[in-house]
């Protein structure tokens, strides 16, 4: 009897503690589970953060920033806006081709014989094809009407209505301004699905009022930091950490970056280092055709958040900007303008103190 009673018993706990594990098994799956998706959400995040910030210009904000060149083209030797902006829109990739950013040619116009200015060798139809270079955007569409106004073979262009745009589509694919056969439906579908005709109906004194980022540099800024106790960087007095195509190559912040040298574009080190256009200038905080001088500092991957630790805050100085101190800096400029409450736009008044790390205040 009290052998059956230990052996009813023992069976309780075998059963108990069989219960016990398979429950602790259950919570350390959910665990787990739990874990894999929060760290999924997380990498989103951080996937969603990277691509904004290194987003292309979109279709509409090119539009938007150019149209008013397009307009006063049209005004000047009488090509439709509708017309150059969706060209300008195809050719150009919205402004993200590598081409587009590296000459701010617009238009893919070919050197020819009659080019006298900077040239950039560029695969197209063949290898190695030689593209005008401007100073910026404005020239190339100033150039593109004048390509066409003075070409022979567009001639005829000009006897088109300027609202007749999809003459003008034809009549482009006619003269042999471009090879693929579509050419002429792909410029009318975007002019048609970006409204583009009204711009054909429009003066340039309607684009008299200044861009959102003209009224943010019109605001100063005066840091309230405390001074800073120790002398900004000089990162490009650092040795260097590597040499690569024959370019050496520096660190800033744990960030690698180059020193554009005499006579180099950008172009070459985007092919150097096998990165797009589009991207290069983005991790650098540069502007879409804007002129990069010698002796720049080029970063080849993603700035961090924050200066480094010995560094805190930072007194302006003369011509410095939020960008300039950025890229001393080795930092995001969004997050150096979120961390002085400013946006990078605004003007930093000289000799004010700014933030390029969360600051810690330091007990005496």
């Given at each position: 009897?009290?052998?059956?009673?230990?052996?009813f018993?023992e069976?309780?706990?075998y059963?108990a503690?069989?219960r016990?594990f398979?429950?602790r098994q259950?919570?350390?799956?959910?665990?787990?589970q739990?874990k894999?998706?929060?760290?999924f959400?997380?990498l989103c995040?951080?996937?969603?953060g990277v691509?904004a910030q290194h987003?292309k210009?979109s279709?509409e904000?090119?539009i938007e920033?150019?149209a008013?060149y397009?307009?006063?083209?049209?005004?000047?030797v009488?090509i439709?806006a509708?017309?150059?902006?969706a060209?300008?829109?195809l050719e150009?990739?919205?402004?993200?081709?590598?081409?587009s950013i590296?000459?701010n040619n617009?238009?893919?116009i070919?050197?020819?014989?009659s080019?006298q200015?900077?040239r950039?060798?560029h695969d197209?139809d063949a290898k190695?094809?030689c593209f005008r270079?401007?100073?910026?955007?404005y020239e190339?569409?100033?150039?593109?009407?004048?390509f066409?106004?003075n070409?022979q073979r567009?001639?005829?262009l000009?006897?088109?209505?300027k609202?007749?745009?999809?003459?003008w589509?034809?009549?482009l694919?006619?003269?042999?301004y471009?090879?693929?056969p579509?050419y002429p439906?792909?410029?009318?579908?975007?002019?048609?699905?970006?409204?583009?005709?009204?711009?054909?109906?429009?003066?340039?004194?309607?684009?008299?009022?200044k861009?959102?980022?003209e009224?943010?540099a019109e605001v100063?800024?005066k840091?309230?930091?405390?001074h800073?106790?120790v002398a900004?960087p000089?990162?490009?007095?650092?040795?260097?950490i590597?040499?690569?195509h024959d370019k050496?190559?520096?660190?800033?912040?744990?960030k690698?970056f180059?020193?554009?040298?005499?006579?180099?574009?950008?172009?070459?080190?985007?092919?150097?280092?096998?990165?797009?256009?589009?991207k290069?200038?983005a991790?650098?905080?540069f502007?879409?055709?804007?002129?990069?001088?010698?002796?720049?500092?080029v970063?080849?991957?993603r700035k961090s958040?924050?200066?480094?630790?010995?560094y805190?805050?930072?007194t302006?100085?003369?011509g410095?900007?939020f960008?300039?101190?950025?890229q001393?800096?080795g930092?995001?400029?969004?997050?150096?303008?979120?961390?002085n409450k400013?946006?990078?736009e605004?003007?930093l008044?000289?000799?004010?103190n700014?933030y390029v790390?969360?600051y810690?205040?330091?007990?005496?």
């Open positions: 009897m009290i052998t059956c009673e230990i052996l018993f069976r309780i706990y059963f503690s069989l016990y398979w429950e259950i919570v350390v799956y959910i665990r787990c739990m894999k998706i929060v760290s959400f997380v995040c951080v996937w969603i691509s987003a210009m279709r904000e090119y920033k150019y008013k397009a307009v006063q083209e049209m005004h000047r009488g439709p509708s017309i150059t902006l060209q300008a829109c150009s990739s919205n402004g993200n081709s590598d081409l590296a000459s617009h238009f893919g070919k050197c020819h014989s080019w200015g900077k950039i060798y197209d190695g094809e270079v401007y100073n910026d955007v190339s569409y100033v150039d593109h009407s004048n066409l106004r070409g567009y001639a005829f000009f006897d088109f209505d609202n007749d745009f999809t003459s589509a034809y009549g694919k006619r003269a042999g471009a090879t693929n579509d439906k792909l410029l009318i579908k975007i002019i048609e699905d970006n409204q583009l005709y009204k711009y054909d109906s429009m003066t340039p004194d309607m684009f008299k009022e861009t959102r980022k009224h943010e100063v800024v840091g309230d930091a405390p800073s106790a900004p000089m990162p490009w007095k650092n040795e260097p590597a040499t690569k050496k190559i520096y660190k800033n912040n744990g690698k180059v020193i554009l040298d005499k006579n180099e574009t950008m172009y070459m080190i985007s092919r150097k280092f096998s990165i797009p256009m589009w290069l200038y991790i650098n905080d502007a879409v055709g804007q002129e990069i001088p010698e002796g720049t500092m970063y080849i991957e958040l924050r200066a480094e630790s010995k805190q805050t930072h302006v100085a003369e410095e900007t960008y300039s101190i950025a001393l800096y930092m995001q400029v969004n997050r150096l303008a979120r961390l400013a946006n990078p605004n003007t008044e000289k000799g004010s700014i790390r969360k810690t205040f330091q007990a005496e």
